[in-house]
Structures are given as C-alpha cells and as structure tokens.
C-alpha cells in the first residue's frame, strides 16, 4: 500500500464548478500535512497547509480527518486557471530532516 | 519567491558518465533537499541536507552522492549515469525553525541516453 494515495483523474469540471478532492495517508503517525499544486513542466507550489480544525483560504478549504486518515480539498468557483495537478504531501511525526512524503497527484481540467 | 535555482535546466549525457547538478539558493536557509520525480510515482527524497557537510539519504539513494561545502549550494552527483536515472530532479528548501513546509526550484530535466 501506498504512504499518500489519491484519485489520479483527471476531473474534467466546468467553470465555476465545485470539485473535491480526497487523499488517504498510512502512516497514524504523520504529523503535518499539505496540498501542493504543480503546473504541467513546473516545480511544485505549496498551495496551504492542513490544519487539525480545518482551514480556508479564499476559494480553498482544507480538512483533515485524523481518525480516517484522510485529507481532502475542495476548490469552489472554479476558475480555468485552477487547472493543475494537486499533490497531497504528508510529514510524518518520526524521522528526520523533516521528510515528506508525496501522493502521486490528482490531475484537474476546468473547462469553459 | 525562495530565491532558488538550479542547473543546468536541460542535460542529456550518456549511460556511464559522471554527472554534476547544483541547487544553489540565497537565503540562508539549513535544509535543502533532492527529488526525483517519475510518471507515475510521486517526487522521491534522494538525500537531504540539515547543514554544510550534514547529509543524509533519502528513500533512492542509490547510484547518487551529494554535497554541501557552502549553505547557499547543494550538488548532486550521479557517478555513473543509467537510463533509470532519465527523469525530472528538483531541488527544495525548507523555511522556518521547524522546516514544515518546502519550497521548490524550477527543476532539472535530465535524460540519460
């Protein structure tokens, strides 16, 4: 089983649509958790951290669920420059160096 | 902006040659670290650094050294290059005490041939 697994898509929505995604995390043990956003042929971008209590920036919120070990985004209002792939990332408590571990993404087109 | 670069930015090299790659960043930061990331799986720790010449393997260490004689650089070197080692390498820093969250150059696109 995969540490951080995700749906890979792609999720095909339309402008202004609302569209969740979920990644499953192994390891109860793992402390700190994000969302990253890669463009096609770029770097990952920290898009936010996943709080306990859940967190919202703009258009995005976060949640996670300690006892399920799942973390899910939600993107509302979609917009075509939210297309990307978004990778779920988890820290887990033990080892150093403050590793971090990356689902293999979830691919996002927003069509018009 | 966490002011990191990395080259070269596009190499090909042939199978057996030595290879050098160098993430170099401006602001002082003590983590850095090397990925590799492949279709189908999701950016692999090569090895990181928490400090000049404090290194440490990550989970595809194989085949690849790194060092760290300055804060600002971090080179990776792969000894004698494979065709499984064609693949996209980024380099990432960590902020703050606690280092939680990493940050990202644009990436190295390596192919062995």
């Known amino acids: 089983r995969k540490e951080v697994e995700q749906d890979p898509g792609p999720f095909n929505v339309p402008e202004g649509a609302t569209v969740a995604f979920n990644c499953t995390y192994s390891n109860s043990a793992s402390q700190s958790f994000f969302w990253y956003r890669q463009d096609c042929r770029k770097e990952p971008k920290l898009l936010m951290s996943v709080y306990s209590s859940g967190n919202e920036d703009g258009r995005f919120t976060a949640q996670l669920n300690r006892a399920s070990q799942y973390i899910s985004l939600l993107i509302r209002d979609s917009k075509l420059s939210d297309s990307a792939t978004y990778l779920c990332v988890v820290r887990p408590l033990t080892g150093g160096g403050n590793k971090l571990t990356f689902g293999t993404g979830t691919q996002l087109k927003v069509e018009l | 902006d966490a002011g990191i670069t990395q080259s070269p930015r596009h190499k090909v090299t042939e199978t057996g040659t030595p290879v050098t790659l160098r993430c170099h960043q401006t602001?002082?930061?003590?983590?850095m670290y090397w990925y590799r990331q492949d279709p189908g799986h999701g950016l692999r720790l090569i090895h990181y650094?928490?400090?000049?010449?404090?290194?440490d393997k990550g989970e595809v260490s194989d085949g690849y050294s790194v060092s760290r004689s300055k804060t600002e650089d971090f080179l990776l070197t792969l000894e004698s290059a494979t065709s499984s080692q064609t693949s996209v390498y980024f380099c990432?820093?960590?902020?703050?005490?606690?280092?939680?969250?990493?940050?990202f150059g644009p990436g190295t696109r390596l192919t062995v041939t």
């Open positions: 602001e002082n930061h003590r983590y």
């Open positions: 650094s928490y400090g000049v010449k404090d290194t």
């Open positions: 990432a820093i960590s902020q703050g005490t606690s280092g939680d969250e990493q940050y």
